[in-house]
Each structure stands twice: as structure tokens, then as C-alpha cells.
């Protein structure tokens, strides 16, 4: 598979081949200038190279210049020759095969709202990052699937919501809105289901989720305000954001709160989609933040009224 050198994706692909028993073959993009040297075992790459995974990288300027299906087809004609079977997953997961999984995902859901909230009440809005739209579709396909078969097959949203009204808003950390969208609209023709389908039912992408940008200074580049965002989050809650994903996703959150909270009223879920080993790859920046103010690291035997000096 293939993604970026801090790739979750990559990480989970490489660490599930292995319990199958398959080689994990990674192509991993980078920065321009480290393509020839040992790209260390800073955050994923520490599993991934712990499980042996076959590592390719490729500059930004390589990956954009080939595209994503193109670097999979040399790393697959490398493997054949080589009397070897291999089974190409796109950027992400993100076709209709691995889109599979979060529609399940919402069937988990609707067990657990109840549990979470109380009977015959509902989350009004889900909230998540999207960087390929494999999961960011999954979520909204299976939501709208699920209240049309509530409904009759006429519904659309939670809590009663209506197509112009998505319930799935996610939040891009790369591309444009209209990538997501086009993408939705190809993964759900391949799950074998047609968005302007002939049995009587027309929604477009933009109907079916809500996409938005925070991509902020670039993917996987985190600014000093969304990395502050990530360590009060951190303190106030226990829970660690990814820098890539989940923390753009959040900081994007809490900007159209604070801009239009009449918008936001009501249940909202956050969906984490996971990547705290990412966090230690930002650690040199984060160590700016966290020894600022008192020192929160000590000998315990010092004399706690001595000086600094």
C-alpha cells in the first residue's frame, strides 16, 4: 500500500499482514532530500520496521509527478517478478472494499447510542477527518442507508434531519472539497450503490456529507495553534489527537463552534480515527509548548525552594 511517511494506514496495513502471515510492502512518501537515507523509527515507522516491513520512498515532488496507482503498479511488477502474488490496497483504504467497514461501524453505532445517551435520543452530527474519503463515505453512506430503511427508504441524516441538512461533516486535511466528494461518488458506485440510482432515490455527494476545509498549512504540517489546541485537549481530557487527522479535524471543529454555535446545538460526535504514535514525530515543536511556564519535570530530592540556577 501507500501513503505518507507518517501514515496510520500504512502502519495498521503492515502490522495486519503480518498477523496473516503476508509481507507488508510499504511506499511511503517524503520529504525532498530524504528519499536516500534511513527514515529513522520516529512514530509508525518504529512498528513498521519492527514487523519487517519492505519500505519504498518517494519524494512529493515523485508521488504528484506518477500518482498513487502508478507507484503501486512498479512496486507490483517488482514483486512478480519475483514469483510473488501481491495484493495491492490503495491510498487509505479508500475504495469500495475497505469503505465496507464503516458502514459496520454505524451498525455499532446504533447499538451504543442508546448507551450513550439515553433511549430515543440520537447524535445530530458526526464529525471526523478525512484524508482519502474511504472512511468520511463510509460513515455518511451507511447513516443515510440506515435512516432510509427506518424510514420506508425516504429518509435521510439522524434525528430526523433532511437531505439538505447532512449529519457527517469531515473536515479535509489535504486536497479540496470536490476530491471528497468525487471520490464519494466513485466508491459508492463501486459498493454497488448509484448516488442518482434508478429505483427512485437522487442524492448528490454534497447531500450526503458535509466536507470542509482544515488542511491549515499543508498535510501533516501542524501549526503552533493547532499543536496547543492537541496539548489542552490533552490535559483536559486524557485523550492524545493525531497531528495529521483527528487534530485538524478537531481545531476545525471548534473554529465553526466559536463562528456559529446556533449551528452546533445538539449531540455531536467526534469520531477519533487513531494515530497518537504521529504525535512523536511533532515532538521537538510540542517540547516548545510543554516547557513553557513552570517546570513540570524535577529531581524529586531537590530542594523544591532552590532556585532555578
Known amino acids: 500500500t501507500i501513503g505518507g511517511i507518517q501514515s496510520n494506514h500504512a502502519r495498521a496495513t503492515a502490522m495486519a499482514a503480518r498477523l496473516l502471515g503476508l509481507e507488508p510492502h510499504l511506499i511511503l512518501r517524503t520529504t525532498l532530500g530524504q528519499e536516500d537515507k534511513d527514515p529513522g523509527l520516529v512514530g509508525n515507522l518504529l512498528p513498521e520496521r519492527l514487523g519487517g516491513a519492505e519500505i519504498y520512498l518517494v519524494t512529493k515532488n515523485e508521488y504528484g509527478a506518477h500518482g498513487s496507482d502508478s507507484l503501486l503498479g512498479m512496486v507490483e511488477e517488482r514483486l512478480i517478478a519475483q514469483n510473488k502474488r501481491p495484493y495491492k490496497i490503495p491510498v487509505g483504504g479508500s475504495n469500495p472494499l475497505g469503505t465496507w467497514g464503516y458502514l459496520l461501524f454505524v451498525d455499532e453505532l446504533r447499538h451504543q447510542t442508546a448507551t450513550c445517551l439515553g433511549e430515543g435520543r440520537e447524535f445530530h452530527r458526526i464529525v471526523l477527518a478525512t484524508g482519502s474519503g474511504g472512511t468520511a463515505t463510509g460513515v455518511a453512506l451507511g447513516l443515510h442507508l440506515e435512516k432510509r430503511s427506518r424510514q420506508g427508504g425516504s429518509g435521510h441524516g439522524l434525528s430526523g434531519s433532511s437531505i439538505e441538512s447532512p449529519v457527517v461533516t469531515s473536515f479535509g486535511v489535504c486536497d479540496d472539497p470536490r476530491y471528497f466528494y468525487d471520490m464519494a461518488e466513485i466508491i459508492c458506485s463501486g459498493m454497488?450503490?448509484?448516488?442518482?440510482?434508478?429505483?427512485?432515490?437522487?442524492?448528490?455527494?454534497?447531500?450526503?456529507?458535509?466536507?470542509?476545509?482544515?488542511?491549515?498549512?499543508?498535510?501533516?504540517?501542524?501549526?503552533?495553534?493547532?499543536?496547543?489546541?492537541?496539548?489542552?485537549?490533552?490535559?483536559?481530557?486524557g485523550i492524545v489527537l493525531d497531528p495529521v487527522y483527528s487534530g485538524k479535524a478537531y481545531c476545525g471543529l471548534v473554529k465553526q463552534v466559536e463562528e456559529n454555535p446556533e449551528k452546533w446545538k445538539g449531540d455531536v460526535l467526534f469520531l477519533h480515527t487513531g494515530g497518537m504514535l504521529g504525535m512523536y514525530d511533532k515532538s521537538a515543536d510540542l517540547l516548545d509548548i510543554l516547557q513553557e511556564g513552570p517546570p513540570r519535570s524535577r529531581h524529586l530530592f531537590r530542594n523544591p525552594a532552590a532556585s532555578d540556577e
Open 192 to 237: 454497488g450503490y448509484a448516488l442518482r440510482g434508478e429505483d427512485g432515490h437522487t442524492i448528490s455527494p454534497e447531500q450526503l456529507l458535509k466536507v470542509e476545509q482544515a488542511k491549515g498549512r499543508g498535510y501533516a504540517i501542524s501549526s503552533n495553534e493547532e499543536l496547543r489546541m492537541m496539548v489542552e485537549v490533552a490535559r483536559e481530557t
